[in-house]
Each structure stands twice: as C-alpha cells, then as structure tokens.
C-alpha cells in the first residue's frame, strides 16, 4: 500500500487519444489487515466529492476496514484518492452520536426517538394550525445525502407541508452549474462525459483545482499528458496550484474580475474568426448582443481590470481558440465569484460559438462539488421541482399533482423557491420558526459565522440537526437527530457526468442511529402526511421502493432514471443517465415546454415570464447570454486593502467531520493557514510560519502564515477548520467564513464565498 499522503495522485499510467484509460486500482486496510482477511466486499461509491469513483467496502466482524477501487467502473477505473482511502475511518470513530438530544434548561441531554420526534411534530403541528401556517418552516438540507432521501424529503415540503422554504448546502457549491446549464442549455444536466478526457486535445480548467478536489479526474488528466499526443492545459485561478503548475498556459486573474477575462476572450475568438459559423447559424441565438458587449472588453481594458499582460490573454485565446476538441471545466473559482452565473455561461459560450460540444472531447463540465449534489437539485431537494421541472410552468406542476394525487394549488408555485441565504434571513427575522438541518455544518460553512451563530441561537427558533456528530451546528441545536450514513446505508447517487451509482449498506449504524430516509419517513408517518384520497401521501418504506416512484418522476424528463434497476447497478459499472453526452444533434431543452425555467436577466437576477420566452423562440437552440463587467461587491478599500479567497486542501472535506478523524489526512493538514504573496508578506513584516491575524468588517481568526503560491494582493484561507477537536477552553477563531461576506450572486443566488476585503497582521513569531 503506498503512502497517498505523500504522493496523492500515484503511478501514472500514460494513455493516447482514442485509447481506454488503463485500470489501477487502489486499496488501503486498516492495519494488520490484508485482503483475505475481509469477510464481505460491499459495492458503493465515493462519498467525499462528485466525481463518483466507484468503490468496494471491506467488512470484518461487522466493522468497515478499508476500501477498493472498482477496476470495471467508466468512472475511476479502479483507481481513489486520498480522502477516499481514509476518510472512511469516520464511521468507526468513537464521538459518533448514538442516541437522539433534546435541550432541556438551556443544555443538551440524551433521549430516545419518540421524545425527540414528538417534540418536532408537537411543534410542527402548532405551527401548521397557527396563523402563518407552512410559513414557519425551514429546510435546510444537504449535497451528501441520497437520492432517496431527497425525494422523499421534497415531497414531504412540497406536497406534505406545501412549503417553498427548502434547499440545500448545495446552494453554496452548485447552484451556479445548474443555473449555467438551464440559462444556456435550457435544463440541469452535464454535456459532458469524463470519457472526454480521453479524446480531447484541449483542456481549459476554469477556477477548478481538480488535483486536490476531483483527484481522480486529475489521474486521468495527467495520464492523457503523460501519454502520446497529450492535451493542452490552460489553468485560470489566482493561485499556483498544481493545475496551474502543470499547466502549458495559467493566467492568475485578479480575484473577481472573471467575467471581464471571459468577455476578453471571447471578443479576441470572434475577431480572429475562430468561431464555427455553421453551428452558430444552426444551434444558437443570441450572437449579435453577445458580440456587441464583448466587443467593448479589448484586450487591454481586460488585462487592467484582471491585472493580466496581454500578452498572456492572447495566448490563452489562442490556445482556446484552435482547440480542435476542447474540454473546459469550471467550478468555484467561478460560481462563488460575483457575476458566477454569467461568466459560466461565458464558458458555455466559447464552446457554442466554437462548436465544441456533443462530440467526443468536446465537452463542458459545469461541475459539481458535493457527491450527491445532483440529486438534491434533480429531486428538487433545493427548492426546484423534481424532475427538473419549471416551477413557472403550470403543466409541469399539473404533472406532480398528478403523480402524488394532491391540490395543484398544494405544490408552491407562486414564486421562485427561497433560496438558502434568504431562508436564514427568514429565520433571522423570526418568521421562520422551525429550522431543519440535514447533513450539514453551517455554524462553518456559511458566511458571516457571527451571525449565523446568533440566529441559531435565537430562543424561538427549533432547530432541528441530523448529523453523525455533535458538530459546531449541533451544538446549537434544539433536537439532534443521529444519523447513519454512507456504509451504513443503502441508495443512489449521481456524480457530475451524470453517471448513476448504487451505494449498499455494509454495516449496521452504532447505537440507535437512523438512515435519514427512516427519519424522514418517521416524520411523515407521524404528522400524517395523506394525499387527496386520504391515503399516506408517501407510498414507500425502502430506499428501493423509493427509487422506483423517484423514477416515475423522472419519466420523459431530461434526467430519465426509468431504465435503470438497483439490480442493473449491481456488479458492474455506474449508468449514466442521458447517455454518455447530451445535445450530441445540436438539439438544446430550451422548447418552452420542456425548459427548466424562463430565464433571468444575467446582470440582475430578473425573472422573464412565459411570454416573453416565447417570443425569443428557442426552438431547441442554445441561448448564448452577454454581460458586462461589474467589480464584486466587497472590493479593497484603505482599511481592508487585500483580496481575501477561501477554497480546500486535498486532505480535508469541508468542516473535517469525516477527514478530520482519519488520522492520516488529519495529521496531513491539521491547522488552518494563509497562503501570501512575499511581497505583500514583506511589506507587513510577515516571515513564514509566523502567527498572523485576518480581519474584515465582519470578523478576525488567527492562521500560520505561509508564503508562495498566489498572487499579490490576494490572500487564501482554507475554509475547513472549525472546532470540533479543540478543547472548548482552547478555542481561537479560526474558520474563514469569520471573515466572508454574506453577499451572492443575483442569478444563481450562490454566495460569493472568493472575494472579501481583509488586512492582516503579524501576532508572533514561528514559535508565539
Ligand atoms: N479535498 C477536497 N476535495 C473536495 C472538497 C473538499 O472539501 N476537499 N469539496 C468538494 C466540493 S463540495 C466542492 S464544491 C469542490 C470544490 O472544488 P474547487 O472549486 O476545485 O475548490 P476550491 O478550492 O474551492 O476553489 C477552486 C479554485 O478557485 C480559485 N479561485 C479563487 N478565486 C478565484 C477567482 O476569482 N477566479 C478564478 N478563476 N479562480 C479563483 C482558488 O484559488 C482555488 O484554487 O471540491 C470537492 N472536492
Ligand atoms: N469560505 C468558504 N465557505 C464555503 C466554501 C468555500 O469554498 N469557502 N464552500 C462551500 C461549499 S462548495 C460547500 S459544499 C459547503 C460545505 O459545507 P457543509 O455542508 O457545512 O460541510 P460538511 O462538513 O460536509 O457538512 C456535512 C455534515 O453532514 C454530516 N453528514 C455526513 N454524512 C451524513 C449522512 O449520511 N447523514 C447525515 N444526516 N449527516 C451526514 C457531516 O457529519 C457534516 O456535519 O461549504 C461551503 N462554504
Ligand atoms: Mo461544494
């Protein structure tokens, strides 16, 4: 077993353009135990990003002991990276809760499953019958749950409660790539497929550093460039990271300024004439504005704005612009920049003017983050409705009141669903009255963590969170509901090529946790949840059951599950729902009638209506969308003169729940730290290692300075470190969204968690 800390990515296995990427597969053990050893390989998948590698879980004596490749998966072909070979440590970890807390006198005391339920109906029902009704209930769900479990928990909000108080983490990691894909595409769902790589001869990696955070796809990106023939790498993100550092070309924009880059490039290809004029004339609308507003960003405008030489841009456009198959892929450098949605749309545009789409390796990945993040969308676990159907369009709620035999009038329609930052507005100003927390920790991963903290521990809101461990959120909580998880229980999930994987159950949960699909039908059953024949609104008890109704949803819409089995999961490779690349005639979901939505004005968030829709007759063409550059809303000023930007290490998921309790990525990336530039370093009398102090309008935390790797001006914190293994006496502020802005995108609603104004100081010294 080789050391993955140290080399996360392992041996390269060169491949060609055309050719099958070779299998290798990875494993690690606990120690002192070797394959024969293993009573029982359960089939599942990763758990701890979107890429979807397929795995083998390793039981002995009912414990998990370690985990597998799937060689025969489209996927990873066999091969994991470090989060996965380790991370799954977590569910054997000793602190995991076992037993349902309520707060009685201000602490949080242990209880059993009908006191704990019964205080949330109790509550529930008090609500419901009072003035303001459905109102007063918020959901707040996640990106690692599955498939089953949304849908069931959609249905419960929308046709049990009637209620458009619900989305997901998924808000603050994908939000932007599904509002990228409806805006251009006309619905959610992947063009591309990962098979892409092995055929492109172009890859442009767009505010993604896919080596720490889709590993695996890194593997297959850097065995095509090790291999005969290898792709172009162009890498756009302020940092040094190994993508840019492998890069052929890497621009290092200033922070924010992405869209103004984008409308450069974009003027540069259609002026040198490197678009496809037939596939523009037959597959798009919307060329002569989008000519005309980036005509107004010359290379140099954009090379002041996003402190670029030109030079640079030229080259960039260049290498974009005679890609014969590009590949992009873009993600939070992107989405959780200001303007997010419309300079992802700029990506879907260099591929629609270009014709790089729907053939082999030409493709875009608008990725996800979070493992199941396309099912809470898919599902409608966000707020959307399930079946990527429109919340505008009467016929498609027709549809799902059909289907679950309720009201029309019961599914929320009248507006957009409420997205996540205005849900905690809500339960800010009291109107909200019951907060739902499912597999999240947003006591750190939302901005602003001052506040969020205050509303959580507002004395009228019942907060209610289900999680594996008493987390920073927990910990505020009124009722804690534990939850089983990945390993220990069974159903789907659907990574970012929109390939299907089933996840079985391997062990049993400790204690009395429950699988969050049991919890949330435990809920249904007891609020009494019935359709319009008086029967139990929700028809199912397994998450097979509910995969089976999940997929008469799903029927004749975009993401059509209706031939796929937990059976045909089974043994083999994931499914990829679609086929392996969509749009491959040209033929977008913009018709009316099928479309996801009507579509918002990019600069502002406004909503079109039906009409004006219509009048732009789609007819199955792409929509190529323009806007201007706009600076972020939080830029440096004289007493916040730097850039802040926050994102990941390899070794760390998010607020460390699972990885911060697998020892070896643990002690791999212990402690929060600042990346800076040496000069701005120099100029605050800062050396490596020394203590430093962050602060922005809204908060200040402590980190370990360390020096490289970025560009002046800018300053990066790794958003991962909360509390949960520091001594209470011992806590210092350290997680980042101390210091974030509560500010997002108008379009996609997703925060803008890239771009904050901080200063920083020296505290101490290397040993202080
Ligand atoms: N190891 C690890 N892997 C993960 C996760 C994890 O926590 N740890 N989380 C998973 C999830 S949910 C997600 S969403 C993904 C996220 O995956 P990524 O998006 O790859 O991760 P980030 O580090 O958040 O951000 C990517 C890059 O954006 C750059 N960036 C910052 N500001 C800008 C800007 O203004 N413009 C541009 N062009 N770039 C900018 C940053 O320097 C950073 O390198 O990772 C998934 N995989
Ligand atoms: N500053 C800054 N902030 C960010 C980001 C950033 O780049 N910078 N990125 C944002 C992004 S993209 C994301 S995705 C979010 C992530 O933010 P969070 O979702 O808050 O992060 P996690 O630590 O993954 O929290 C998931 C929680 O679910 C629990 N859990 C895991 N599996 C299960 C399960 O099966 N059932 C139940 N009930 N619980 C489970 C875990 O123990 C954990 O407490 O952070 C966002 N915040
Ligand atoms: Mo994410």
């Given at each position: 077993?080789?050391?993955?800390?140290?080399?996360?990515?392992?041996?390269?296995?060169?491949?060609g353009?055309?050719?099958?990427?070779?299998?290798?597969?990875?494993?690690?053990l606990?120690e002192g135990?070797?394959e024969?050893?293993?009573?029982?390989?359960?089939q599942?998948?990763?758990i701890?990003?979107?890429?979807?590698?397929?795995?083998d879980?390793?039981?002995?004596?009912?414990?998990?002991v370690?985990?597998?490749?799937?060689?025969?998966?489209?996927?990873?072909?066999?091969?994991?990276?470090?989060?996965?070979l380790?991370?799954?440590?977590a569910?054997?970890?000793?602190?995991?809760?076992t037993?349902?807390?309520?707060?009685?006198?201000?602490?949080?005391?242990?209880?059993?499953?009908?006191?704990?339920?019964?205080?949330?109906?109790?509550?529930?029902?008090?609500?419901?019958e009072g003035?303001?009704?459905?109102?007063?209930?918020g959901?707040?769900?996640?990106?690692?749950?599955?498939?089953?479990?949304?849908?069931?928990?959609?249905?419960?909000g929308?046709a049990?409660?009637?209620?458009?108080?619900?989305?997901?983490?998924?808000r603050?990691?994908?939000?932007t790539?599904?509002?990228?894909?409806?805006?251009?595409?006309?619905?959610?769902?992947?063009?591309?497929?990962?098979?892409?790589?092995?055929?492109?001869?172009?890859?442009?990696?767009?505010?993604?550093?896919?080596?720490?955070?889709?590993?695996?796809?890194?593997?297959?990106?850097?065995?095509?460039?090790?291999?005969?023939?290898?792709?172009?790498?162009?890498?756009?993100?302020?940092?040094?990271?190994?993508?840019?550092?492998?890069a052929?070309?890497?621009?290092?924009?200033r922070?924010?300024?992405?869209?103004?880059?984008?409308?450069?490039?974009?003027?540069?290809i259609?002026?040198?004439?490197?678009c496809d004029?037939?596939?523009?004339a037959?597959?798009?609308i919307?060329?002569d504005?989008?000519?005309?507003?980036?005509?107004?960003?010359?290379?140099?405008?954009v090379?002041?704005?996003?402190d670029l030489?030109?030079?640079?841009?030229?080259?960039?456009?260049?290498?974009?612009?005679?890609?014969?198959?590009?590949?992009?892929?873009?993600?939070?450098?992107?989405?959780q920049s200001?303007?997010?949605?419309?300079?992802?749309c700029?990506?879907?545009?260099?591929?629609?003017?270009r014709?790089?789409?729907?053939?082999?390796g030409?493709?875009?990945?608008?990725?996800?983050?979070?493992?199941?993040?396309?099912?809470?969308?898919?599902?409608?676990?966000?707020?959307?409705?399930?079946g990527?159907r429109?919340?505008d369009?009467?016929?498609?709620?027709?549809?799902?009141?059909?289907?679950?035999?309720?009201?029309?009038l019961?599914?929320?329609?009248?507006?957009?669903p409420?997205?996540?930052?205005?849900?905690?507005?809500?339960?800010?100003?009291g109107?909200?009255k019951?907060?739902w927390?499912?597999?999240?920790?947003?006591?750190?991963?939302l901005?602003?963590l001052?506040?969020?903290?205050?509303?959580?521990?507002?004395?009228?809101?019942?907060?209610?969170?289900q999680?594996?461990?008493l987390?920073?959120?927990?910990?505020?909580a009124?009722?804690?509901?534990?939850a089983?998880?990945?390993?220990?229980?069974?159903?789907?999930f659907?990574?970012?090529?929109?390939t299907?994987?089933?996840?079985?159950?391997a062990?049993?949960?400790?204690g009395?946790?429950?699988?969050?699909?049991?919890?949330?039908?435990?809920?249904?059953?007891?609020?009494?949840?019935?359709?319009?024949?008086?029967?139990?609104?929700?028809?199912w008890?397994?998450p097979?059951?509910?995969?089976?109704?999940?997929?008469?949803?799903?029927?004749?819409?975009?993401?059509?599950?209706?031939?796929?089995?937990?059976?045909?999961?089974?043994?083999?490779?994931?499914?990829?729902?679609?086929?392996?690349?969509?749009?491959?005639?040209?033929?977008?979901?913009?018709?009316?009638?099928?479309?996801?939505t009507?579509?918002?004005?990019?600069?502002?968030?406004a909503?079109?209506t039906?009409?004006?829709?219509?009048?732009?007759?789609?007819a199955?063409r792409?929509?190529?969308?323009?806007?201007?550059?706009?600076?972020?809303?939080?830029?440096?000023?004289?007493?916040?003169?730097?850039?802040?930007t926050?994102?990941?290490?390899?070794?760390?998921?998010?607020t460390?729940?699972?990885?911060g309790?697998?020892p070896?990525?643990?002690?791999?990336?212990?402690?929060?730290?600042v990346?800076?530039?040496?000069?701005?370093a120099?100029?605050?009398?800062?050396?490596?290692?020394?203590?430093?102090?962050?602060s922005?309008?809204r908060?200040?935390?402590?980190a370990?300075?360390?020096?490289?790797?970025?560009?002046l001006?800018?300053v990066?914190?790794?958003?991962?470190?909360?509390?949960?293994?520091?001594?209470?006496?011992?806590?210092?502020?350290?997680?980042?969204?101390?210091?974030?802005?509560?500010?997002?995108?108008?379009?996609?609603?997703?925060?803008?968690f890239?771009?904050?104004?901080v200063?920083?100081?020296?505290?101490?010294?290397?040993?202080?």
């Amino acid at each position: 077993m080789a050391d993955r800390i140290a080399d996360p990515w392992g041996e390269r296995t060169p491949y060609g353009p055309g050719q099958t990427w070779p299998a290798r597969v990875d494993l690690h053990l606990a120690e002192g135990v070797e394959e024969a050893d293993v009573d029982r390989w359960v089939q599942s998948a990763s758990i701890l990003h979107s890429n979807g590698d397929a795995m083998d879980i390793a039981v002995k004596d009912g414990r998990i002991v370690g985990v597998r490749g799937r060689a025969e998966d489209r996927v990873n072909r066999g091969r994991l990276g470090p989060k996965d070979l380790y991370g799954w440590q977590a569910n054997n970890s000793p602190d995991r809760l076992t037993r349902p807390l309520i707060r009685q006198d201000g602490r949080l005391v242990e209880t059993d499953w009908d006191t704990a339920m019964g205080r949330i109906v109790h509550r529930s029902r008090e609500l419901l019958e009072g003035p303001g009704g459905w109102g007063h209930f918020g959901f707040y769900t996640s990106g690692q749950l599955f498939l089953e479990d949304y849908y069931t928990l959609g249905l419960i909000g929308k046709a049990g409660l009637g209620n458009p108080h619900m989305d997901g983490n998924t808000r603050l990691c994908t939000a932007t790539a599904a509002a990228a894909l409806k805006a251009s595409f006309g619905t959610d769902g992947q063009p591309g497929s990962y098979t892409d790589v092995d055929h492109c001869d172009t890859i442009a990696v767009w505010g993604h550093n896919p080596a720490e955070t889709q590993a695996v796809l890194w593997m297959r990106m850097l065995d095509r460039r090790s291999g005969p023939n290898p792709p172009a790498l162009l890498a756009v993100d302020p940092r040094s990271t190994p993508v840019a550092r492998e890069a052929d070309v890497h621009l290092a924009p200033r922070t924010g300024t992405n869209q103004a880059l984008l409308n450069g490039l974009l003027r540069e290809i259609i002026q040198r004439g490197w678009c496809d004029d037939t596939y523009l004339a037959a597959h798009t609308i919307g060329f002569d504005e989008l000519s005309r507003v980036v005509d107004a960003c010359p290379i140099d405008r954009v090379a002041g704005i996003c402190d670029l030489k030109a030079a640079d841009i030229e080259r960039a456009a260049e290498v974009i612009g005679t890609a014969g198959r590009l590949l992009s892929t873009v993600l939070q450098g992107f989405y959780q920049s200001n303007q997010a949605t419309a300079a992802s749309c700029q990506i879907n545009n260099l591929h629609l003017v270009r014709g790089q789409l729907g053939r082999p390796g030409a493709g875009v990945y608008q990725m996800n983050g979070q493992p199941t993040a396309q099912n809470t969308r898919e599902t409608g676990a966000d707020g959307d409705l399930p079946g990527l159907r429109n919340w505008d369009n009467p016929d498609h709620i027709r549809e799902l009141a059909e289907l679950w035999n309720v009201d029309d009038l019961t599914i929320p329609h009248w507006s957009p669903p409420t997205h996540a930052l205005q849900i905690w507005r809500y339960a800010e100003q009291g109107s909200i009255k019951l907060l739902w927390i499912s597999a999240t920790n947003p006591a750190v991963s939302l901005p602003d963590l001052a506040r969020i903290r205050r509303i959580l521990a507002q004395p009228e809101l019942l907060v209610v969170v289900q999680d594996l461990f008493l987390t920073e959120t927990a910990e505020l909580a009124d009722v804690v509901l534990p939850a089983a998880t990945w390993g220990e229980k069974t159903g789907t999930f659907t990574n970012a090529d929109r390939t299907v994987h089933l996840s079985e159950k391997a062990v049993d949960p400790p204690g009395e946790a429950r699988a969050d699909l049991d919890i949330f039908l435990d809920y249904a059953r007891r609020m009494d949840f019935r359709n319009r024949d008086g029967e139990p609104l929700i028809g199912w008890t397994t998450p097979e059951e509910a995969f089976e109704a999940w997929k008469w949803c799903s029927a004749g819409r975009p993401c059509d599950y209706t031939a796929i089995t937990y059976e045909r999961l089974r043994g083999g490779s994931g499914i990829q729902w679609g086929g392996e690349r969509l749009y491959t005639d040209g033929v977008f979901n913009t018709d009316p009638g099928y479309c996801e939505t009507y579509g918002q004005d990019l600069s502002t968030g406004a909503e079109f209506t039906a009409e004006q829709y219509r009048a732009k007759e789609p007819a199955g063409r792409a929509f190529l969308h323009a806007a201007d550059y706009q600076p972020s809303p939080e830029v440096p000023s004289g007493d916040f003169p730097l850039l802040l930007t926050t994102g990941r290490t390899i070794y760390q998921f998010h607020t460390r729940t699972k990885t911060g309790r697998a020892p070896e990525l643990d002690a791999a990336a212990p402690d929060v730290w600042v990346e800076l530039h040496p000069d701005d370093a120099a100029r605050y009398g800062i050396t490596e290692g020394d203590l430093v102090n962050i602060s922005s309008p809204r908060g200040g935390i402590e980190a370990r300075a360390r020096l490289g790797g970025i560009r002046l001006g800018v300053v990066f914190v790794p958003f991962h470190y909360g509390y949960f293994d520091v001594d209470p006496a011992g806590r210092r502020p350290r997680a980042a969204n101390e210091l974030t802005v509560t500010a997002w995108d108008p379009v996609s609603k997703q925060p803008i968690f890239k771009v904050a104004a901080v200063r920083i100081a020296k505290l101490a010294g290397p040993e202080g």
